[in-house]
């Protein structure tokens, strides 16, 4: 496999790559006919190939060897998370626990959330960045921003976890869950959830869970949550 891997979601069909990677492999990277290549489907694939057109706006490769690449951890991680009012810390986030594993993020909007919307164009190709960079060949899921009622709501096959911060009986999350599980947490905004919703959690079967003893800002419980998760499976 080589050292820089492209990304093109239907490169076993059009053989192309698309405009950013084909800009970033000839006006970046110099690369030329013959030269050799990896590109990720991001769908559990890599794709060793030869570049047979070297185009700045539509590179044409052909495809040497097809290899299955599954992620390699064997759960569902999903996280559900309130945007933090400063988009870097999200976007930190995000490229953190791409690299560690992750299979979905979930933008919720909650009672005292301070960004209202997430534009996930610049979150995914961040998150593209670190699938590549990480040498993975699987891609997460971004959902679009959804409210936190209606959230809580969907089924989930796994074990549902809520981390909040208000003093009232919680499980650490390193004692409570298990290895294998499937596994969703919620993280709060800066400001927490209100009572109602962590009721409303807790209603739908959410289990309230602790990731330490010290208070965590949004961004940094999130990675916390996924590196516990992935510590405890690779016990």
């Known amino acids: 496999m080589a050292d820089t891997i492209f990304y093109a979601t239907d490169i076993k069909?059009?053989?192309q790559l698309p405009?950013?990677?084909s800009q970033h492999c000839v006006k970046v990277l110099r690369m030329k006919e013959g030269?050799?290549?990896t590109v990720t489907d991001g769908k559990g694939f890599f794709y060793n190939c030869t570049?047979?057109?070297a185009h700045p706006k539509h590179c044409m490769v052909s495809i040497d060897e097809e290899i299955s690449q599954p992620k390699s951890w064997n759960f569902n991680l999903q996280i559900a998370f309130a945007p933090t009012k400063n988009i870097?810390?999200?976007e930190w986030f995000a490229e953190k626990t791409t690299e560690i594993g992750i299979d979905r993020f979930s933008p919720l909007l909650c009672r005292f959330s301070?960004?209202?919307e997430l534009k996930t164009e610049r979150l995914e190709k961040i998150i593209v960045s670190a699938m590549k960079q990480s040498q993975q060949a699987v891609i997460p899921i971004i959902d679009e921003t959804i409210p936190f009622n209606r959230f809580v709501q969907q089924p989930f096959n796994g074990r549902k976890f809520i981390a909040h911060c208000y003093a009232s009986e919680k499980t650490?999350?390193?004692q409570t869950y298990?290895?294998?599980?499937?596994?969703?947490?919620?993280i709060g905004p800066e400001g927490d959830f209100s009572e109602e919703e962590i009721q409303k959690a807790l209603n739908s079967g959410f289990e309230p869970v602790s990731l330490g003893e010290n208070r965590l800002r949004t961004e940094t419980a999130c990675l916390v949550a996924c590196h516990t998760i992935h510590i405890i499976n690779n016990i």
């Open 172 to 174: 650490s999350l390193t």
């Open 35 to 37: 030269d050799k290549l």
């Open 13 to 15: 069909q059009t053989q």
């Open 19 to 21: 405009e950013q990677e």
């Open 51 to 53: 570049l047979v057109q």
């Open 88 to 90: 870097d810390r999200i």
């Open 178 to 186: 298990r290895k294998g599980e499937n596994a969703l947490i919620l």
């Open 114 to 116: 301070e960004r209202k």
